[in-house]
């Protein structure tokens, strides 16, 4: 099959599963995400145009498109818990933060005391919060022992919490 011949098809094929595709994005993602879905689908398509069955194409992009909407809402889940993890880090002392959103001044004190510390502490903290990996995990892509992940863990949130505590006790003026 010639370049030529294979895009004159995709386009056929876009045509003619392209209502279809955004129809099930639009009952999957608010409406404002629905284009991203659709071109991200036709663009797995399009790179794997030649692995798609021509009798069940339309069900073929319609599980594409499902596994593009199931990688956003693994995406989302893995920032809003991120944002929880934020805020049970916050020291008690601080403020409390029940029922209350974070403000800007909120995460710019926070990112400054993140970027206080070590490489591997962030790192360290970033594969445990938002990233979820297990101890074990962690311990593997480290070198050491699942212990000393353990042990690295509780230093690295406690210089966190030292360096947040010390931001917002600074007004969180930027050192």
């Known amino acids: 099959m010639t370049p030529g011949q294979s895009e004159a098809e995709f386009t056929v094929l876009y045509r ?7 129809s099930y994005a639009s009952v999957c993602v608010p409406h404002s995400e629905v284009d991203d879905i659709v ?6 398509a ?18 594409v498109a499902r596994n593009v909407v199931r990688s956003r809402n693994r ?8 944002v929880e993890q934020l805020i049970n880090l916050r020291p008690d002392g601080v403020t409390k933060l029940q029922g209350e959103d974070l403000s800007v001044e909120d995460i710019d004190a926070f990112k400054r005391a993140f970027g206080k510390l070590k490489p591997n502490d ?26 000393a992940v353990g042990v690295r863990l509780h230093r690295a949130r406690t210089r966190l919490r030292e360096a947040y505590a010390a931001q917002m006790s600074d007004g969180g003026e930027a050192a």
């Open 75 to 82: 995406k989302l889940r893995r920032a809003t818990n991120f």
């Open 122 to 147: 962030q790192e360290m903290l970033l594969l445990a919060g938002p990233y979820g990996l297990p101890t074990d995990e962690i311990a593997l892509a480290f070198g050491v022992k699942p212990n």
């Open 46 to 63: 399009w790179r794997r145009f030649a692995d798609m069955p021509d009798d069940w194409a339309r069900g073929w992009l319609i599980g």
């Open 39 to 44: 071109s991200d689908t036709f663009l797995v």
């Open 16 to 22: 003619s599963h392209y209502a279809a595709v955004r």
